[in-house]
């Protein structure tokens, strides 16, 4: 099985990045960002994504399964499930 990476387009990404590091990381969480963020999710979504990693620790803090019709890989969750097992191996 081959897996292609979908990844916002340069003004996405700029958007995506002032959020973490304007907002959510000095703990501001908008209402306004979130749907930001699920608008680009829906543009990720309409170019194939049939999964969407949520690759910062922030942003797990806006968005979350609930928010999102397709499986969302919180890479937060995954690194400390993975550390915590090898740690109790």
Do not use: W
């Not at 958007?15 to 990720?44: T, V, W």
């Not at 049939?50 to 890479?75: A, Y």
């Amino acid at each position: 099985m081959q897996i292609e990476t979908i990844i916002p387009d340069v003004e996405e990404r700029d958007e995506i990045h002032r959020i973490i590091y304007d907002e959510l990381a000095q703990g501001e969480f908008k209402k306004s960002s979130k749907e930001k963020y699920l608008k680009i999710i829906d543009s990720l979504i309409l170019k194939g994504a049939k999964g969407i990693i949520l690759g910062c620790t922030e942003i797990p803090l806006l968005i979350n399964q609930n928010d999102v019709s397709l499986p969302i890989f919180d890479t937060t969750r995954i690194h400390a499930a993975a550390g915590f097992e090898f740690a109790t191996k």
